[in-house]
């Protein structure tokens, strides 16, 4: 097996929250599957076919069995350069296919759906982009109009990037990117679901928030009527809202739902605008009294803001598995985007020594961090250090502070005191 192999594309199709497909969910969401022009297919507007052994799809597997890179893979080869556990060596294996009978047509409907039915979101994450969340691309289309008419100053890096970012997120159809609003309701949707309904092995649905957004029951049920109990369901939530519906229409199924909390507390509400951390508490409690058929599983995107402070967070998950008695997992999922809240605009000595004693502080037995805390210690302490991307962290927390009202170095610290020493 070749350095840029995975078993993905003989697996797995991901949706974006605009209808457009990926090879997976770690691929950036400029990376979508293009038709024989060029021009991006979709969800709602292609069939199955067209997407699963289109020429896009086909060019990728015949790359992957010559061993040649993949454009769209950038993502993984980068974690392994940085000696990480990628996607790619993952899926590898999870599936452990036989490359002596894989050809660059898939004879079979894909066996795992990522599914993004919208961008609709109840947060304004800081950390997250226009493509991911209507509540972001609204403010960041709110400040530019705004600076636009001198009201406001935004860097004008930050401008760029949010601009680029709203065009190529158009639900109107008329960029490039045939953006579609609401795709996944519409019936070529529904039609490619139906036909890999029976043989679905796993569904992994994120946003938006996914737990208000009622286009997921609809697929779920389709599940349910052909009878495929089997297929494994899982989804990434924010923890903030708490959808009973849902949860019984998950009944049947092993579920694993991922919910993300990012600090403990201030520092949650602070990345994760819009947490009411008392009501985000609550519901962290009602996922760990679930029936144990549901795995719950903590991700927290490791990020400028929180690299130096995780503790806190760690130590309550731990008490938390503890009391409740139940298995609780947590995983570092490490911030490339926006790049000026990637934990290199942190200098380095002050990266490591927040995680040099970090394997060594956690008691509760069922709570599973061991693995994680070992890969974000070593990704932390060792990517290096972006004078350029410290410049403009700057820039935007002092941007951020006024546009919010908020007292940036009274609420971050320890980044405050990183950011003022020397490099």
Known sequence: ?????????????????????????????????????????????????????????????????AGETVEDCAICYGIERDHGDSPRQQANRSYQLDLTT???????????????????????????????????????????SQHDQSQLQLPGWLTTE?????????????????????????????????????????????????????????YIEILRSVGNHQCEIS??????????????????????IQISCDGLGPLDE???????????????????????????KIFTVISALNCLTIDPLLNYLDELSAEMARPLSWWPIMLD??????????????RQAAWRDARHRFHSKLFDQRHGVKHAQRVVSSRPFDADLNAKLRQWMHMHGTVHGLDMAAMLPELHEALDADF
């Open 162 to 218: 949010w601009r680029k970012e709203l065009r190529i997120n158009l639900a109107d159809g008329t960029e490039e990117w045939q953006s579609i609003g609401d795709y996944s309701q519409r019936p070529q949707s529904i039609d490619n679901f139906a036909q890999l309904a029976p043989t679905l092995q796993r569904l992994y649905i994120t946003g938006g928030e996914p737990t208000m957004d009622s286009t997921l029951y609809q």
């Open 102 to 144: 894989l050809k660059p047509q898939a004879h079979d409907c894909p066996l795992s759906m990522e599914l993004r039915p919208s961008r609709r979101c109840n947060l304004n994450c800081v950390t997250c982009w226009s493509g991911s969340s209507d509540r972001v691309a609204q403010e960041r289309a709110d400040l530019l």
């Open 337 to 350: 985007y926006p790049r000026h809240l990637s934990c290199e605009a942190v200098p380095r000595m002050w």
């Open 270 to 296: 602070l990345i994760r605008r819009g947490t009411v951390w008392a009501e985000k508490q609550d519901n962290l409690r009602r996922y760990l009294q679930l029936p144990h058929s549901n795995h719950i």
């Open 1 to 65: 097996m070749s350095a840029t192999f995975c078993a993905l594309p003989w697996r797995n199709i991901n949706t974006t929250p605009m209808g457009q497909c990926k090879l997976c969910c770690n691929i950036q969401d400029f990376k979508v599957l293009c038709d024989d022009q060029g021009f991006p297919m979709n969800w709602s507007t292609n069939t199955l076919q067209e997407l699963w052994n289109g020429a896009h799809m086909q060019s990728v597997r015949a790359r992957m069995l």
């Open 235 to 256: 989804y990434t939530t924010n923890g903030t809202l708490w959808n009973g519906k849902l949860m019984q229409l998950l009944e049947p199924f092993r579920t694993e």
